[in-house]
């Protein structure tokens, strides 16, 4: 059974930085991509980040781009999400989502695999 386990989030100022880590276990092969998802209450779930695991593509959201890195750790079974300038409208419960399907690698998809978050409040 895979496991996503996230850490990093906590409360801010707008204009700093957090840095999100998600740890992979129970992985049976190579996953095709991971990403980073986020959802403020009352608002649709949004995808921030997804990298590939092959390659290390990376896509992001319009509204995190220029601000947001996501990378892995050369095993490729942990993911980061480096937020840097960070904004009020950021504040959200972060996720850490996997999937072994190449066809959800998107940011819109369902993963399969996700987290159970951890939290990121940006205050102004």
């Known amino acids: 059974q895979v496991q996503l386990v996230e850490s990093g989030g906590g409360s801010v100022q707008a204009g700093g930085s957090l840095r999100l880590s998600c740890a992979t276990f129970g992985l049976t092969y190579s996953l095709a991509c991971m990403g980073w998802f986020r959802q403020a209450p009352g608002k649709e779930r949004e995808g921030v980040a997804i990298i590939w695991t092959a390659g290390g593509i990376q896509h992001y959201a319009d509204s995190v781009q220029g601000r947001f890195t996501i990378s892995q750790d050369n095993a490729q079974n942990t993911v980061f999400l480096q937020m840097n300038s960070l904004k009020p409208e950021d504040t959200a419960m972060y996720y850490c989502?996997?999937?072994?399907?190449?066809?959800?690698?998107?940011?819109?998809?369902?993963?399969?695999?996700r987290g159970q978050g951890t939290q990121v409040t940006v205050s102004s």
């Open positions: 989502a996997a999937t072994y399907v190449s066809s959800r690698c998107n940011l819109e998809a369902n993963f399969g695999y």
